[in-house]
C-alpha cells in the first residue's frame, strides 16, 4: 500500500487525484484550503492535523466529511471516539525509538482501520524490535515506517518488517526526513521472492544518494532482473553483518558495493589478499575464484574495481612513471592509490591531507622515498571529499597541470576543485567520469 503525501491541499484535491493507494493532504502544513475543500476530498484520502492546529472546527469538518482521519495518540486522547473507528489511522511519532511505548501503542484497545508508528531510527536493530513487537501483536493492520538514514531500506521493503504500506512525498517533501516516491520505486521489486538477487551499496548516510543506486537498479529494472540493490548505511561492522544477515534470509544474496568506510575492515572480514576493496560478489553456491566465507556460510570473491579505473584514468591523462604526483587523502582509497603506484614503478609521490599526521603516517606505512611537498605536480590525484562542499577551502592545495577528483555530487554538479580545474583549462577526470570507469568494471564482476 502506497500512501502519498501531497503538497497543494485544493488543487489536488478538485483533480480527484489517484496517484497511490491512498493521498495524504497536511492541512497543518498546507493553506490553500478553505472549509469548501472538504466537499472535495473522496474516500481514499487522509486528512492529517497536529497538535495547535487540530482545532475543534477543523475537526467538525474532517468528520462530516468523507476521508480517513490520522490522529497522533497525544490528539485523540483530546478528541476521543471522535472518528468512527472505520475513518480512524491512530498513530504515534516518537522522535526516538522506545520499545515500551510501541508495545503500549500496539496494545490499546482502540478501533481503528489502521495503527501507524514513526520513530527516528538511529539503529537497524530498532527495526528488527518494532518488527517482533507487531507480530506478537497479532495486528495486520500497521503501517509502521521510520525516519532517517534507514528510511528508504525501510520503506522500500516495508512488507519485510510488518508494514502494510510506506509513505512518501509526492512533487515536493513537506516534512522533515519524509523522502520522496521516486527515491522508493526505483529499489521497489514489486515482486519478490526468495531468488530475487540482493546487492548492498555499504557505507556512511551518503550511500542513499549513491549513484550506483540509480544505475544498478536502471538496469535491473530496464533487463527484467529479478534483483535491486540496496542501501546500506550502517554505523559499524556489526550493525552490517546484523542488516545483511537478515536480507539473505529472504532473498538470494549477490553482492555489495563498499565506499568509506568499509573498504579496510570489510577487506579483513571477508578474508581479501587486497588491504581495501570496493566490491564483494556473494552467491550461496561455489563459483570461479570464490572461497568459503564460514560466519555468513556464503562463496566470496572481492576486488577493487578503483584501481582499474584508475589505470585508465593515468592512461587518458597520459601520465607516466616519471611524473611528479600528489594524492591528497589519507583514507583508504589514498592508501590503495599510493600502493598501486608504487608497485608499477610511479616513485615520485607523495601524499599530503588535511590530517597531516595521518598523512605522515601512511607516507611511512608506504615506505615513500620523499615526503617533500612540491609547489606543482604534474597529477592531483583528489582521494578525499576535498570540493564536495562548495564551503571547502581548496587555496592551500599545491598547483597541479592535471587532475583526477573522486568525489562527485547526486545533483551532477561538478566540484569545487573541478571548476577551478576547468576555468584554469587543465585536463582532469572528474568525480563521475571516474565513477564511470570503475563502474563498467565493476558490473561485469558483479554481474558475471
Not at 527516528?120 to 493492520?141: R, V
Not at 534483483?227 to 539473505?248: G, H, T
Request: charged share 20%; proline share 3%.
Amino acid at each position: 500500500m502506497k500512501i502519498l503525501t501531497l503538497p497543494e491541499v485544493r488543487r489536488y484535491a478538485a483533480s480527484s487525484c489517484r496517484i497511490g493507494d491512498f493521498q495524504e493532504y497536511r492541512l497543518d502544513l498546507s493553506k490553500d484550503w478553505d472549509h469548501d475543500t472538504f466537499s472535495l476530498f473522496t474516500t481514499s484520502a487522509i486528512l492529517t492535523a497536529r497538535g495547535d492546529a487540530l482545532s475543534q472546527e477543523m475537526l467538525n469538518l474532517m468528520i462530516h466529511s468523507k476521508p480517513l482521519v490520522d490522529l497522533d495518540i497525544k490528539d485523540y486522547q483530546c478528541f476521543p471516539d471522535a472518528i468512527p473507528a472505520s475513518r480512524l489511522i491512530l498513530s504515534i511519532h516518537l522522535d526516538t525509538f522506545d520499545a515500551n511505548k510501541i508495545h503500549e501503542f500496539l496494545m490499546l484497545q482502540i478501533d481503528a482501520i489502521f495503527y501507524k508508528i514513526i520513530f527516528l531510527c538511529n539503529h537497524f536493530a530498532e527495526i528488527l524490535i518494532t518488527k517482533d513487537l507487531i507480530q506478537k501483536s497479532g495486528k495486520t493492520n500497521v503501517i509502521f515506517n521510520v525516519t532517517g538514514k534507514w528510511s528508504k531500506l525501510q520503506r522500500s521493503l516495508y512488507q519485510d518488517f510488518g508494514s502494510i504500506g510506506y509513505y512518501a512525498a509526492w512533487d515536493k517533501v513537506l516534512v522533515p526526513n519524509q523522502i520522496h516516491e521516486k527515491e522508493i520505486s526505483s529499489i521497489r521489486v514489486n515482486i519478490r521472492d526468495s531468488h530475487t538477487k540482493i546487492y548492498g551499496i555499504v557505507g556512511d548516510i551518503k550511500v542513499n544518494r549513491s549513484l550506483s543506486l540509480t544505475k544498478y537498479n536502471e538496469l535491473f529494472h530496464s533487463a527484467a532482473f529479478n534483483a535491486c540493490i540496496l542501501p546500506l548505511p550502517a554505523e559499524d561492522l556489526e550493525e552490517l553483518i546484523l542488516v545483511l544477515r537478515f536480507l539473505f534470509s529472504r532473498y538470494t544474496p549477490a553482492g555489495l558495493v563498499v565506499t568509506s568506510p568499509f573498504k579496510k575492515n570489510l577487506a579483513n572480514y571477508f578474508q581479501s589478499e587486497l588491504g581495501v576493496i570496493n566490491t564483494v560478489k556473494l552467491t550461496p553456491t561455489a563459483f570461479g575464484n570464490g572461497h568459503y566465507h564460514s560466519e555468513l556460510g556464503l562463496f566470496v570473491s572481492c576486488t577493487n574495481t578503483d584501481l582499474d579505473a584508475l589505470k585508465q584514468a593515468l592512461k587518458i591523462l597520459y601520465i607516466n612513471a616519471q611524473d611528479h604526483i600528489c594524492i591528497y587523502g589519507s583514507g583508504d582509497c589514498a592508501e590503495i592509490f599510493g600502493s598501486f603506484l608504487l608497485s608499477n614503478g610511479f616513485y615520485n609521490l607523495n601524499i599530503i591531507a588535511r590530517n597531516a599526521a595521518k598523512a605522515s603516517e601512511l607516507c611511512s606505512n608506504l615506505k615513500l622515498k620523499s615526503t617533500l611537498t612540491r609547489e606543482n605536480y604534474d597529477l592531483l590525484i583528489n582521494a578525499s571529499f576535498l570540493g564536495w562542499d562548495d564551503s571547502d577551502e581548496i587555496g592551500a592545495l599545491p598547483a597541479f597541470k592535471k587532475l583526477i577528483d573522486l568525489p562527485y555530487r547526486a545533483d551532477g554538479k561538478p566540484t569545487t576543485l573541478s571548476i577551478r580545474a576547468i576555468q584554469d583549462n587543465i585536463p582532469l577526470l572528474n568525480g563521475t567520469d571516474f565513477w564511470h570507469l570503475q563502474h563498467e568494471s565493476q558490473k561485469k564482476f558483479l554481474l558475471s
